[in-house]
């Protein structure tokens, strides 16, 4: 992959400059380029036939194409032939391969560094803005006279509202650091009391908590994301490098 830029570049070079412009107008060139990066990387990548017969099965199988009379036409509509067809679908099982083969060894330390973010919990809550209100409701439902549903649906004033007080399984990225930290310590099945959170009193209560862990399909998960990244790179230089050859031709106005 040492030469993949090169190799890009001078494939893009090749293009007539009013396509370039056209394509970077119609807000199409990033993918273009990022198609091509991908491409390229994958171009050494040789997969076994069966692998590709069972996604060409796969394929037919989710759209209905029940023969190869079906699947023609629907190439001919697509405007594709058959070998397009094999070349879109050995894409995806490519990058796998490739992902592996090059950021396996570096995926458990980005898995270490996004944990947090994996980590599922799932929890009930409702929030008001009344604190004698919050603790009346925190009372009852302690106490077993109201279900928590019951009174997030009635009470609650944000949006968890529509669910009936259940949040998750979601990361807690993007909730308020405190909620955070009281949910990551909390004892699932234990109600805790109310806390305030700006202006809200917060009554929640953790129901699951899902810890993410590095096995051979979270390997795989955050390989494709290195790869992914690896590949959001590339693609971000070579836009910079085609702005700069258009500006040199005077094809940026």
């Known amino acids: 992959m040492d030469d993949l830029q090169e190799t890009v570049r001078e494939s893009l070079h090749k293009l007539p400059q009013d ?5 970077r107008r ?18 050494a990548v040789q997969l076994p036939a069966e692998k590709l017969d069972q996604a060409i099965a796969s394929f037919c199988e989710q759209h209905g194409l029940s023969d190869e009379e079906r699947l023609e036409r629907y190439l001919s509509h697509q405007g594709l032939i058959k070998p397009d067809l094999i070349h879109q679908l050995g894409i995806p099982l490519k990058v796998q391969y490739l992902s592996l083969k090059e950021f396996s060894a570096k995926a458990e330390a980005h898995f270490l560094k996004r944990k947090e973010e994996l980590d599922q919990f799932t929890y009930s809550l409702l929030r008001v803005e009344d604190s004698d209100l919050a603790h009346e409701l925190y009372l009852q439902i302690e106490a077993g006279e109201a279900d928590f549903t019951v009174l997030a649906t009635e ?38 009391e109310p806390f305030k959170i700006e202006q809200w ?5 953790l129901e699951e908590r899902q810890l993410a862990t590095f096995d051979s399909n979270m390997q795989k998960r955050m390989a494709i994301e290195l790869f992914d990244g690896w590949i959001e790179q590339q693609t971000n230089q070579l836009i910079s ?8 031709n005077g094809a940026l106005t």
């Open 26 to 43: 119609q807000n199409l060139l990033r993918s273009l380029v990022q198609r091509m990066v991908i491409d390229q990387a994958c171009t």
């Open 19 to 23: 396509i370039v412009v056209l394509l």
């Open 155 to 192: 009470h609650s004033q944000g949006r968890e509202r529509a669910s009936h007080g259940l949040v998750g399984p979601a990361s807690l990225g993007r909730a308020h650091p405190l909620l955070r930290q009281r949910l990551r310590t909390a004892t699932p099945g234990v109600l805790l």
């Open 201 to 205: 009193w917060v009554v929640t209560r």
């Open 241 to 248: 490098a085609v702005r700069g050859d258009q500006f040199e």
